[in-house]
């Protein structure tokens, strides 16, 4: 630190008369290391307290080569290593001197080499600046923190997001622009890969999609020179309050999050209390200055940039799309068409359509690779899969026949079948014989009850037809093929008088 002249003669005074550093310190104001400074400093003829004063005796032979070092380091050589360094060359001193003498030269060549930052002048409507920052876990999910600030009237807004990939910060961007009533002229943000693909000789590469999306809105994405974050300090100091206002810890005693959608409306009601009081620079709420700015704000555009509604994807003819490893269905009418994926607050969102068309189709709980996530209401016009559920289909123009006579004459068909009945090719023609006697409607009738019952022998149909007849056949094998010797021999006999049948019942 270097004193005012008046003050540095005011000390040098008190210590002559004094010869004390501690009382001159005492009658000047000052700490004591201040005068021993000055004192040391007027010994040496330096004028400036902080110059080349606090080199020791021993280190003064090596301050030319310590120098160099902390000129070729850039002013980030360690103390320890030009110790060890000194050492080598046959410096005598004590590690504690050289620390102090290596601190001096190095805040003399801060000093001489530090950033100079020219104050950056806004104006309504020209920058907004945007940054991430890590968030809170929610069911498993580390959800980031977006966050974007209006440089002029310090309008902030704060967003979750379930990841950064570019449809999640276009759609936060769209958001943004409409939270804040307009579009501005540049927008600032970091050498991210969803802007930026490489760096030609100093020269930022934009990506292509972040290209088409300062087309879409009208604006100019700008990045930041690397390694230099203090170039959007706005975007960064609402990333340092939104961390410490959201982000559970200790010192902020907040639980953990229940879901994505109470993140949602902590993040609304942190953007409302930032917004709606006054900034330590402007003395005026962000919200009264953005009224302000607006008036120089461009349109968005009536519906998002489509990339913001998710990755693109083509639907297969089994009307599922691919996700991250995983599989989800749409409704079938759009196979074969590209739709867009994205994932928000663990669910996945597919949209189809462009533009102002653009529309939801199906919403999704999110699940891992491998896994499929299908509706039944997806598939209306669909053949049936389930080899528990098969439709006949005719082959022939006997089986067309037959199963022109209804729905009794299918699930008659598929019981049968079921069941092994002989002969079904026979039963079908008898039918279809019958349905001209007796009319269609009838006959139909009386196969859905015919099949239900498991009557699927000869002259069953014609039976249930003639007298309703629906008792189920039993199900051990017909008489005729029993192997029991049967009695139709004991008709042949006469009659019996009583003595004889009570001997045959013995």
């Known amino acids: ?68 070092w902390i000129d070729h380091s850039g002013g980030r050589v360690r103390a320890d290593v030009v110790h060890d360094k000194l ?71 704060i967003l979750p997001l379930s990841d950064r990939s570019l449809p999640s910060v276009i759609s936060a961007l ?43 809105y009208g604006i100019t994405i700008a990045t930041c020179v690397p390694a230099d974050p203090e170039s959007k300090g706005g975007s960064e100091a609402t990333v340092r309050v939104a961390k410490a206002d959201l982000v559970p810890t ?54 998002p940039f489509t990339a913001a509604f998710g990755e693109s994807r083509t639907v297969s003819w089994s009307s599922l799309v691919s996700f991250r490893g995983a599989r989800y269905s749409v409704p079938d009418r759009l196979c074969e068409t590209q739709v867009w994926v994205r994932a928000a607050a663990g669910e996945v969102i597919i949209t189809a359509g462009e533009g102002s068309g653009a529309a939801e189709v199906a919403r999704h709980l999110g699940v891992g690779p491998g896994q499929s996530q299908i509706r039944d209401e997806h598939y209306s016009r669909q053949r049936s899969a389930d080899p528990l559920a098969r439709r006949p289909r005719a082959t022939s123009p006997a089986e067309r026949e037959f199963l022109a006579l209804g729905e009794g004459a299918r699930l008659y068909l598929v019981e049968a079948a079921a069941v092994g009945a002989r002969r079904i090719e026979a039963r079908m023609a008898e039918a279809v014989t019958l349905s001209a006697l007796h009319g269609v409607a009838v006959v139909d009738r009386a196969l859905g009850i015919a099949a239900m019952a498991g009557r699927f022998e000869a002259g069953d149909l014609g039976s249930i037809i003639v007298h309703g007849d629906i008792t189920p056949r039993p199900a051990g094998p017909p008489p005729e093929h029993s192997l029991a010797a049967g009695t139709a021999m004991w008709s042949a006999l006469g009659g019996t008088d009583s003595d004889d049948d009570e001997e045959l019942d013995r």
């Not at 040098?12 to 009658?27: C, G, H, M, P, V």
């Open 1 to 68: 630190m270097t004193l005012p002249e008046e003050k540095r003669m005011e000390v040098l005074e008190a210590y002559d008369l004094t010869k004390s550093y501690r009382a001159a310190a005492q009658l000047c104001g000052v700490d004591h290391h201040t005068v021993a400074r000055a004192v040391a400093a007027r010994a040496l003829g330096s004028e400036m307290i902080g110059e080349s004063v606090v080199r020791s005796k021993v280190a003064e032979a090596f301050a030319e080569k310590i120098t160099e």
């Open 174 to 216: 769209d958001r943004s622009f409409r939270l804040a009533g307009g579009a501005p002229t540049y927008v600032l943000t970091d050498n991210e890969k969803t802007v930026t693909d490489r760096h030609i000789a100093g020269i930022a590469v934009r990506n292509q999609m972040a290209v088409d999306v300062s087309r879409y």
């Open 250 to 303: 200790d010192y902020n005693l907040l639980g953990d999050y229940r879901s994505f959608a109470e993140l949602e409306a902590a993040c609304e009601a942190l953007m409302g209390q930032l917004n709606g009081r006054p900034h330590a620079i402007t003395r005026r709420a962000p919200l009264e200055l953005l009224e302000i700015e607006r008036r120089s704000l461009h349109t968005v555009p009536d519906s």
């Open 87 to 157: 050492v080598a060359m046959g410096y005598a001193g004590s590690e504690r001197t050289t620390r102090r003498v290596v601190a001096r030269l190095k805040a003399g060549y801060e000093r001489d080499n530090h950033r100079v930052y020219k104050p950056w002048i806004t104006e309504p409507g020209a920058w907004l600046q945007y940054d991430f920052g890590a968030g809170p876990v929610i069911d498993g999910l580390a959800v980031v923190l977006f966050c974007a600030w209006l440089a002029w009237s310090r309008f902030r807004v």
